[in-house]
């Protein structure tokens, strides 16, 4: 059968990769989808063989079609799937060791930033978060201790930039590790291993999976050195993706493109609006000219993704007014799921950081982030007008 070696070969589109990297693997029954493989442990023929598998938290049938999809689409060498993308970012953690230092952005991802800040830190680990939307940040924050940079670009919930080749850079010149959460652009959109990033991570709960019905994550590795290190540290920790969960991420990732580019249709539409609407003092989104990174995010991303801020005018009364008074956009925290979101990040997703941290990342009581569905712009854009003019 030749469909699986052909279809996995990396000369293919972007599109086509995903519906078949990985897919085609079930010489048994020759089914045409990946089939769930739920047990524990796969028997031996002999002391010496058996078919690659032995106990599934260190690998699975359906977990490695899934990692071999990931792994082709992020082009990179390995990819180990985790059960959450909060376990991606604690195996990447586990590569390092007390008294190592790190430098982040200050207004990364609520869970990281605990993460860091409140687990590792204790263990010894040590931290900076910089304003990593200025390169010279970066830069300044290195010590004799320094051994990684961990990018997330565009960060959350203001879409701020971090450009990712003068970054790796600075890296490259001292020889520390770099590391990208791609979860808000995907590979679709951001191509961190072409601009010399070593590692990247995934909240696979996002655009991955895209249906907001599953958690998991996935480290994705360049090199043969760190692809061992994760396969190693994921099962010696316990950290594999369940096969059903592999499983529902493997169906979301096969209409990824199409799926990206819905979003980001409806995205620009709604940035528009809502930078037009009397009652917006700003809106964060690297699509719009107004963004103070517009021309970075020309360059370095292709396509400007579907997750967007906006400061409404008033108090917070009027920010729990809009929150609650759209139909269309659910309230709720996550994000990258084919239904629209909406949420307060200072009251929801971003309540882990203190709130001394949360106003030095410039989120207010007022600060408003949409993750923008597939649902018509159209139907988006009416359902913010009434909830805006409520
Ligand atoms: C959601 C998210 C995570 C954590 O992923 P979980 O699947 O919730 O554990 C990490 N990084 C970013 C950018 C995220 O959006």
């Not at 049938?61 to 082009?75: F, H, K, Q």
């Not at 990247?200 to 360049?222: E, F, I, P, R, W």
């Amino acid at each position: 059968m030749a469909a699986a070696s052909d279809s996995n070969s990396d000369a293919m589109k972007f599109e086509t990769r995903s519906v078949h990297a990985g897919v085609d693997i079930d010489t048994t029954f020759n089914s045409c989808t990946t089939p769930i493989y739920p047990a524990s442990t796969f028997y031996w023929e002999d002391l010496e063989t058996n078919k690659g598998f032995d106990y599934t938290r260190s690998g699975n049938p359906t977990r490695r079609a899934l990692e071999d999809n990931i792994a082709s689409l992020e082009g990179g060498l390995s990819c180990r799937a985790t059960s959450t993308g909060m376990s991606a970012v604690l195996t990447v953690l586990h590569l390092f060791q007390p008294g190592d230092h790190i430098i982040t952005g200050h207004d990364i991802y609520g869970g990281t930033y605990r993460l860091f800040a409140e687990i590792f830190t204790k263990m010894g680990y040590q931290f900076s978060f910089v304003d990593m939307s200025d390169t010279a940040n970066v830069q300044a924050a290195i010590t004799e201790a320094t051994k990684a940079i961990w990018i997330e670009t565009p960060s959350n919930p203001l879409m701020r930039l971090v450009d990712i080749a003068a970054v790796v850079e600075i890296a490259k010149a001292k020889g520390l590790t770099t590391i990208a959460d791609n979860t808000f652009l995907t590979p679709y959109l951001q191509r961190p291993f072409e601009m010399g990033v070593d590692l990247v991570v995934h909240s696979t709960t996002k655009y991955l999976n895209g249906h907001s019905d599953v958690v998991g994550g996935c480290v994705v590795s360049k090199s043969e050195e760190h692809a061992e290190q994760v396969d190693f540290l994921v099962n010696s920790l316990g950290l594999g993706n369940s096969p059903f969960d592999a499983w529902l991420v493997l169906r979301g990732l096969k209409t990824l493109g199409p799926r990206m580019e819905a979003h980001q249709k409806g995205a620009m539409a709604v940035a528009k609006f809502l930078e037009s609407h009397p009652q917006v003092d700003r809106v964060y989104f690297p699509g719009l000219e107004s963004h103070p990174q517009h021309e970075l995010a020309k360059t370095q991303q292709k396509g400007f993704g579907a997750m967007l801020s906006f400061e409404l005018k008033g108090d917070k009364t009027d920010t729990e007014r809009v929150c609650t008074k759209t139909r269309l956009f659910l309230l709720a925290e996550s994000l990258g799921g084919v239904q629209s979101l909406i949420c307060s990040p200072d009251c929801m997703t971003h309540l882990s950081m203190e709130p001394e941290a949360r106003r030095k990342a410039g989120i207010t009581t007022q600060t408003i982030r949409l993750s923008v569905g597939i649902e018509h712009p159209d139907d988006l854009i009416a359902d913010l007008k009434q909830a805006l003019e409520s």
